[in-house]
């Protein structure tokens, strides 16, 4: 990573946040985001012109970060309704259980 540029560095901490994503590197992830939230801290409110190119590489990189991101959540939330479902379908089976309004136990 380049110490001297930080627009550079803010496009390769981008890019580095974006590989970790997409991999599913989730402490990784949290490592280089918190670096990146540092340096932007420290940047000025208005970028110089010759920081263009190494933000044009960050804005590309950060939206194959959000790319990445909304995947994983769309899984997560997918996985989250299937063990739900399952649960709900086990519970069929626990003994005892009181019968649902309107409906009697039989046998």
Known sequence: MSAGDPYLRLAELTEAERDHAVAGRVEELLEVQAQRAALVAELPARAPESAREHLHRAAAAQ??????????????????????????????????????????RRG
């Open 63 to 104: 939206a194959e970060v959000t790319a990445a991101l909304a995947t994983a959540m769309r899984q997560v939330r997918a996985d989250a309704v299937r063990v739900d479902r399952g649960r709900t379908a086990m519970g069929a089976y626990l003994p005892g259980r009181p019968a649902a309004p309107g409906l009697e």
